[in-house]
């Protein structure tokens, strides 16, 4: 079925519905213990303090005015676009494994957006918090550690409310594609799923708190990584009055592009006509010592590229005399898998389909994503899932269970079609931020600079195209972005990976404070917050949530191998020269004299208007325009 024109100014499509099936919630709690942070502006001397000092207003405790129990009598059947039903609401202990009393709500905004909500009984301060998730989503699991938030003291001392949703589907095998089949095929989910579910489960949690506590939150934040900084910035796009603020991660908010472009290329690079592998993972070890070799930053003193953007490595400097193979360099062959990787997917006539390859500095984080394990094939690759789910199932209105997934699809009328048919439901790049801003909001957007699953000059260029759409002046009064060396995808890697950035974020809100930079610490000895695996756009993984759970049995017993500040992009930092190397209080923010030029040229572009609105119409169709109904 065609969507008609790309740019018509309506359009109307109609999909009959299909029956859908709720299915169980799945919870889980991580505790994961305080970190650094600092107060320090940008270019001043870091002092490194700890993140237990005051946090925002001073706002006092709120006790609730029904029982937990009360809430199950409640009705909240006639909220607008977010028809609400409450299936359980029962109190949890303060424990060893919860830092304070809730209320745990759970339950289901129509048609089947499954919700936990955790409302603190005895410390509540007017806060609530809202948590993305990643991958397709597909689970519940609110946790007491979202991203980026290590040691911050409101999620900690339980001042906030928090909440999640599964937007609006059950995953059946993780978060990888190879589930898109079971919810995909309904229009309806797809919608939930692109950009209902968080804004009817807001309007649904702020009306469940007023009810438990006699007014709704004074603030209300979004925290999210990978899907979940997507959602981020779909909240602020879309319903720019959700939200007072809002922390954005690693967004795969071009999504389209990303899934049915980038994901689904790279999954196809390393293996020829027959399936062999060409480059094998034994070989990325070798790779990766010697793009650090010739682009680690000094002024950081460990092994770490402070900007990728500026390295300048050759794969061919590795190839293989005469082209004879050996553990210690790259045939032709292989060399040109990696340059592929780098370059990200292009079409035959070289035009870019998404925005930038691989990362240098990211090459020990590909096994397994598009290089394959030892003895394994393509299917086995997790960029694979999600890219062929995409291309068969999510990214279609009418599915094509049979597509193949070869070099023939990565054209520029391929992805134009793509972006025709679901780019307005699922795509999260507008640039224009202005009712947002109007509004009050903050936005912090964070990213690791050697993050496989989502590269980082996306962000760059899209925080670009908001400059070139409001003017810098305008954005800097509401936007920052960090950039974090040598950290993967929402965390791991070989960076410091562990930092509070929503505590500045509640700063910057509640009390004008303009953030300056942040301290962010290297670990060992117990999991990594937020590693590798949490939220990452493909493969069947677990969810963040549950990565995090896992980590925080162990975490406690971690201990800080060194801090790093990170100022606001485009500041870098670089040793003072005397003191520990090992500090953050050691390192001094500059300015490069040559600042990079984050516009990219590639077949899309992020600009205003693209959005669709659907909404079902007797049950058994779904309209589809460019208005908001």
Known sequence: MSPGPAHSSKRTRIVILVAVVVAALVTGLALLPDTFSADADAGASVTRVTAGGDVG?????????????DLLQKDFGALDDAATSVASASVVAKSGANAYEYCDVKGTVAPQIQYELRLPTQTYRQRYLQEGCGGYCGMVGVSAQPAASTGCV????????????????????????GSAEVWATNPQLKVDFGYRSEHAFATAAKAI?????????????????????????????????DFSAALVGAPAFNQTALNAMQEAYLSTIDFRADGSTILPASKLGMLH?????????????????????TCTFDPASLKCA??????????????????????????????????GGQPYGSEAAWEGLFIPKAGQGQSSVQLYGIG?????????WEAEPALKLDASLFTVDTFKAYQREVSGIY??????????????????????????????????????????????????DFYRLYLF???????????????????????WRETGKTPGAVIASKTSGGSEPGGPAGGQLGGDTKSTNDTKASASASSAAATVEYTRPVYPYPQLVAYDGSGDKKDAANYRAYTPDKLPDDHYKWAGSFTSGYQEWCETENGKSMSCGRHKP
């Open 57 to 69: 207003k001073d706002l006092p405790v709120t006790e609730p005015k029904i029982s937990c129990a």
């Open 154 to 177: 409101p999620v900690t001392d339980g001042s906030f409310a928090l909440g999640q949703d599964n937007q609006g589907h059950v995953s059946t095998s993780g978060m990888g594609g």
């Open 209 to 241: 708190t007023k009810a438990f506590y006699g007014a709704e939150p004074t603030y209300s934040y979004y925290d999210g990584c990978s899907d979940g900084g997507r959602e981020t910035l779909m909240e602020v796009q879309r319903y720019p009055g």
């Open 289 to 309: 010592k010697a793009v650090m070799a010739k682009c680690a930053d000094p002024k950081l003193n460990n092994d770490l590229i402070q900007d990728p953007a």
């Open 322 to 355: 005469e082209d004879k193979d050996s553990s210690s360099c790259l045939p032709a062959e292989q060399v040109d898998v990696v340059r592929k990787a780098y370059a990200g997917v292009t079409a035959p006539d070289g035009t870019h389909l998404y925005t």
């Open 388 to 396: 062929l789910g995409f291309l068969r199932w999510v990214g279609k």
């Open 427 to 476: 795509d999260a790049t507008d640039p224009d931020l202005t009712k947002f801003h109007e509004a009050g909001g903050k936005l912090i957007q964070w990213h690791g600079l050697t993050d496989p699953n989502i590269p980082p000059t996306g962000t760059r260029v899209y925080r670009q195209a908001m400059i070139d759409t409001m003017g810098q002046d305008e954005v800097d």
């Open 485 to 507: 060396p040598g950290v993967n995808h929402c965390g791991g890697g070989d960076g410091p990976d562990s930092f509070d950035l929503l505590s500045k974020l509640i700063d």
